[in-house]
């Protein structure tokens, strides 16, 4: 097995994968979304491989302060056996070559199963924040055509 960066050629499996882990994708989620994503965040999207089989897929992102993560997922065939891990210990090594120091990621609250899976990587929920967003493809949806 091997961790490559992720190029929009394997966005189709990618996609799949993400449909079969579970994962909720929306109109971000396009090819055109993920292709920026790739150009934005070279080096932080990454799949975990097998031969030429996309076992697993995280997607970094780094707004000029802190990381994100976004859309870690491993297919299910293949849960529970370290990959997710794998993934997120590649992705926070990068992010520590780029010295980042603050990773945020954002989880439905009702996925403990989820949540449970980052705790024992160290992370912790924070109650401190409240997050809002604000949707311009709502108000603006001419320009999303």
């Known amino acids: 097995m091997k961790i490559v960066e992720m190029t929009i050629d ?30 934005r965040n070279q080096g932080l999207c990454l799949v975990i491989k097998e031969e030429s089989r996309i076992l697993g897929v995280v997607l970094g992102g780094f707004d000029g302060r802190r990381g994100y993560v976004h859309h870690l997922a491993v297919d299910p065939r293949y849960q529970r ?29 009702h996925n403990k199963k989820v949540i449970d899976f980052y705790r024992k990587l160290g ?4 109650d401190d924040l409240i997050m809002m967003s604000y949707d311009l493809k709502e108000t603006h949806p001419n320009l999303y055509k």
């Open 123 to 126: 992370w912790f929920v924070r």
């Open 10 to 39: 394997m966005y189709e499996e990618v996609y799949a994968l993400w449909e079969r882990a579970g994962i909720g994708l929306g109109w971000s989620d396009s090819k055109y979304g993920i292709k920026r994503m790739l150009e």
């Open 81 to 109: 056996k370290g990959l997710g891990r794998k993934l997120m210990d590649e992705l926070m090594k990068r992010f520590l070559d780029m010295r980042i120091h603050k990773v945020h990621l954002f989880i439905d609250v």
